[in-house]
């Protein structure tokens, strides 16, 4: 069983930045895949970011590509989306996930365990 718990959502104004991080539980974290989906209200989950187990690849969706970053620290557990030129259609609640078998992907489908998510508003 892996437990992940984000933080750093919040309150950012158009342009600026929000660092998310999400803490995973279990001595199985490097050896997972990470990712970060979004939902908006009234809109289904959304592909955000994934990395390698290495942290050596990433993926990113259109919509943040060039604007935000995923990373990883295996040996804190913990996996990190640095959201830079934030827009007001970024408001979401963003939540962490991680993918047990195979290898990175962008199907929310293919993810086994989730967070409980954080609110990101982005004021214009």
């Known amino acids: 069983q892996v437990q992940l718990v984000e933080s750093g959502g919040g309150l950012a104004q158009a342009g600026g930045s929000l660092t998310l991080s999400c803490a995973a539980s279990?001595?199985?974290?490097?050896?997972?895949?990470m990712g970060w989906f979004r939902q908006a209200p009234g809109k289904e989950r959304e592909f955000v970011a994934t990395?390698?187990?290495?942290?050596?690849?990433?993926y990113y969706g259109d919509s943040v590509k060039g604007r935000f970053t995923i990373s990883r620290d295996n040996a804190k557990n913990t996996v990190f989306l640095q959201m830079n030129k934030l827009k007001p259609e970024d408001t979401a609640v963003y939540y962490c996930?991680?993918?047990?078998?195979?290898?990175?992907?962008?199907?929310?489908?293919?993810?086994?365990?989730w967070g409980q998510g954080t609110q990101v508003t982005v004021s214009s």
């Open positions: 990395i390698t187990r290495s942290g050596g690849t990433t």
């Open positions: 996930a991680s993918k047990v078998f195979g290898s990175a992907s962008t199907s929310e489908r293919q993810y086994n365990y």
């Open positions: 279990g001595r199985t974290f490097s050896s997972n895949v």
